[in-house]
């Protein structure tokens, strides 16, 4: 069993930060992609920003330039650095990680955690 578990959300201004932290637990053998998701309300989930284990990032248009991604592999964790937020990217946030275990490779899901950037 594996669980992802998320950290770091909550209330900003805008054109603030926020750090996001995400970190795997359980029976890892490896994780290849880790990554973040949002969705906002009525939205469908997108893709934020992804790592490979070697450390190679893709990140949505949006985003560049203002969200960094990065890994720590002996912690299993990812974190996603917010800079510069805008109301719009309001929603919540979901960390995901392509996981090896003792059933082979799934992807595994955090609960998300809620941004919200309000004056």
């Known amino acids: 069993q594996v669980q992802l578990v998320e950290s770091g959300g909550g209330l900003v201004q805008p054109g603030g930060s926020l750090r996001l932290s995400c970190v795997a637990s359980?029976?890892?053998?490896?994780?290849?992609?880790m990554g973040w998701y949002r969705q906002a309300p009525g939205k469908e989930r997108e893709l934020v920003a992804a790592i490979s284990s070697g450390g190679n990032t893709k990140y949505a248009d949006s985003v560049k330039g203002r969200f960094t991604i990065s890994r720590d592999n002996a912690k299993n964790s990812v974190y996603l650095q917010m800079n510069s937020l805008k109301p719009e990217e309001t929603a919540v946030y979901y960390c995901?990680?392509?996981?090896?275990?003792?059933?082979?490779?799934?992807?595994?899901w955090g609960q998300g955690t809620q941004v919200t950037v309000s004056s």
């Open positions: 359980g029976t890892i053998f490896s994780i290849n992609a």
């Open positions: 995901y990680a392509e996981v090896w275990g003792i059933s082979g490779e799934s992807d595994y």
